[in-house]
């Protein structure tokens, strides 16, 4: 088989086996170890052919996290289509419980205000850092601090030389 595989080799060049296909279209591959002409070990190779092949398309999470564990080497099998469902089924859920969440969330913290438990965000907003001594006061500079696009009259007051 070996003969036939570098026979094959060389008059077609390099052999990869289709491993899986995801959701989204990307191909995955698989290139054995391979001995080259000079008998040099070439070791195998696990490739992905991205379904959009522009660079500037790619987005984050283009490449499905169990896709990308086999393609870096961190699994040694790659994902199954049950495996795959399993895990989407999972991000779905999640999701719906966080969003949840979040409006129970809010309606506790609504809840809280009209009782006068907790005063309203927008009424609480201060500028500067808490550590400093004049933290939400609003004071006007005596030096400049902005430039011509950002300037507002009024902003600093000149300091008299006398």
């Known amino acids: 088989m070996s003969r036939l595989g570098g026979l094959l080799r060389r ?3 390099v052999l990869k086996e289709h491993v899986g296909t995801d959701h989204l279209g990307n191909k995955y591959y698989w290139q054995p170890e391979q001995k080259t002409w000079t008998g040099r070990i070439v070791r195998g190779k696990r490739m992905v052919v991205a379904a959009n092949t522009s660079e500037f398309e790619y987005v984050e999470g283009s490449i499905p996290s169990e896709w990308d564990a086999w393609i870096r ?3 040694k099998q790659p994902p199954s ?3 795959l469902v399993k895990n989407q089924n999972y991000r779905v859920n999640i999701k719906m419980k966080a969003r949840d969440l979040e409006e129970k969330e809010l309606a506790l913290q609504t809840r809280e205000c009209e009782d ?10 201060a ?3 808490a550590a ?3 933290f939400g006061q609003p004071v006007t500079s005596e030096e400049p601090v902005s430039t011509a696009n950002t300037f507002q009259p009024g902003s600093w007051i000149h300091k008299d030389k006398k």
């Not at 006068?116 to 907003?125: D, E, I, M, N, P």
């Open 11 to 13: 008059t077609f060049g």
């Open 73 to 75: 080497g961190r699994r």
């Open 81 to 83: 289509i049950e495996e």
């Open 116 to 125: 006068g438990l907790v005063a309203r965000a927008s009424q609480t907003v």
């Open 127 to 129: 500028k500067g850092h």
């Open 132 to 134: 400093a001594n004049i």
